[in-house]
């Protein structure tokens, strides 16, 4: 007669052993890549989302242009402009600065005019490259060297192979009729 066995033979458990821990590492490495991935997903969210929310406020700012003021000034690298926003003057520079890493940092500078006080702070980091352009009524131009505001300002941002053009229509003749 024979005994019959109770339990699992030692090489039963080592393949038992085995399959858990090829089980185990397959569930570990999917859940690294997945929190990988979510990890780059919020940061280019959050990127989008400064990027917006500074072009909602360039352009914004854009239509708040004191016309006839010194203040301002157009090159493609650097607009400098006097706003009239909610009833203070404002003295706004948007600057494009080379950094360390050969990317773009489009700083703001803010000086309200009747407090006398300044302060910058970077509104987006490691551009590819940035580029302000004038809309002259037929043709837009990198270069203004005219004594009147452009009717249009556009801001163009290139970041990881993608590029942003944001034209702002000054619209200032129905401004000024106000």
């Avoid at 019959?4 to 052993?17: A, H, N, P, R, W």
């Avoid at 690294?32 to 072009?55: P, Y």
């Amino acid at each position: 007669m024979k005994r019959k066995q109770y339990g699992f033979t030692l090489m039963e458990m080592l393949v038992v052993i085995v399959v858990g821990f090829i089980i185990i590492f397959l569930v570990y490495q999917t859940m690294a890549t997945t929190l990988k991935v979510s990890g780059a997903i919020r940061e280019r969210i959050a990127e989008t989302q400064r990027i917006d929310f500074f072009l909602n406020s360039f352009s914004a700012r854009m239509l708040c242009v004191v016309p006839d003021s010194s203040n301002n000034s157009f090159q493609s690298n650097e607009i400098s402009v006097e706003l009239n926003e909610y009833q203070c003057r404002k003295i706004i520079k948007y600057s494009a600065e080379l950094n360390e890493n050969g990317k773009y940092n489009l700083t703001v500078t803010e000086k309200d005019i009747f407090l006398d006080t300044e302060f910058s702070y970077p509104a987006i980091t490691d551009l590819d490259n940035v580029e302000f352009s004038f809309f002259d009524g037929e043709t837009w131009a990198t270069l203004w060297d005219k004594d009147t505001i452009p009717e249009g300002i556009a801001i163009t941002l290139e970041i990881k192979n993608s590029k942003i053009f944001l034209p702002v229509n000054l619209d200032i003749k129905s401004a000024q009729q106000t």
